[in-house]
């Protein structure tokens, strides 16, 4: 924090909040140390700014990430990435990226530029197309394991908004514990209006022995939203088979 505060002398780090909207703003605030979110809101309010940076030196026995921000529900959703939920959209998308390989891309380079951290679970988008830090991918798989289905469909609906509909897939993940399943869908826009394309179900039948996954379908991604471009001669959509999602619910399912 120090050396921020050396390389910018704009930053202060000790400061008097104001206390009321209508007193004079504190334009030279730029890094806050976060300590509570009233403090922080009230730094917000008071910043004439339109750039801030919070840090957090507190140990904390959890980690957490800030997901995002909700505007018209007012909803502010953190990730706090246990074993499931990691697993839940990198082991998919692991199986994804595996696909590109095996099929398309034998001797090297798949061509996706891919990201596990940040907004989405799991991204992934072409190269040069959507390389680079700020370009959307084609590509984001948000998982869900307390979090409900609605929630995820919320994630979903932003994905595709505030992309201005750059972002062409979003595959939800939802590990239900309850009914002993994990639910998988995948939506794609037409006319920008969000459309399940498919619902996938995997069930886990405790009642073989060992325990078994019931797959109602296998998953398929769509080269040309993918890519951005038509496939080749020798190219073709993806396809996550039923045996690689059956291998996928039970590494899913050894989290829990």
């Keep these: ?70 505007a018209e529900s007012r909803i502010l959703t953190i990730t706090i990435p246990t074993r499931v939920h990691e697993k839940l959209h990198l082991l998919l998308y692991e199986k994804y990226r595996s696909t590109i390989f095996r099929i398309s891309y034998p001797e090297g380079d798949s061509g996706q530029d891919d990201s596990t951290a940040g907004e989405g679970g799991s991204t992934g988008g072409p190269v040069p197309e959507r390389g680079g830090l700020d370009k959307w991918p084609t590509l984001a798989i948000e998982a869900g394991d307390s979090e409900s289905l609605d929630h995820l469909h919320m994630d ?52 073989t022995s060992p325990v078994s996954y019931n797959v109602t379908r296998a998953l398929v991604f769509e080269f040309r939203l993918l890519f951005l471009r038509n496939p080749a001669p020798q190219e073709g959509d993806f396809i996550i088979s039923i045996p690689d999602l059956q291998r996928y619910a039970e590494r899913v399912w050894a989290q829990v």
């Design 156 to 207: 979903m609906q932003w994905w595709f908004a505030a992309s201005d509909h750059d972002v062409k897939i979003v595959i939800p993940a939802k590990l239900d514990r309850r009914q002993r399943n994990i639910i998988l869908e995948k939506w794609e826009e037409d006319a920008a209006v969000p459309i399940l394309q498919q619902t996938i179900t995997i069930s886990r039948n405790e009642a």
């Design 1 to 70: 924090m120090a050396q921020d505060a050396q390389r910018h002398p704009a930053y202060i780090i000790q400061h008097q909040p104001c206390r009321d909207s209508r007193q004079s703003k504190i334009t030279k605030i730029r890094l806050f140390k976060f300590t509570n979110t009233q403090d922080l809101f009230q730094v917000i309010n008071c910043t004439s700014g339109d750039f801030l940076i919070v840090t957090d030196r507190t140990i904390r026995r959890r980690e957490f990430r800030w997901r995002r921000y909700h």
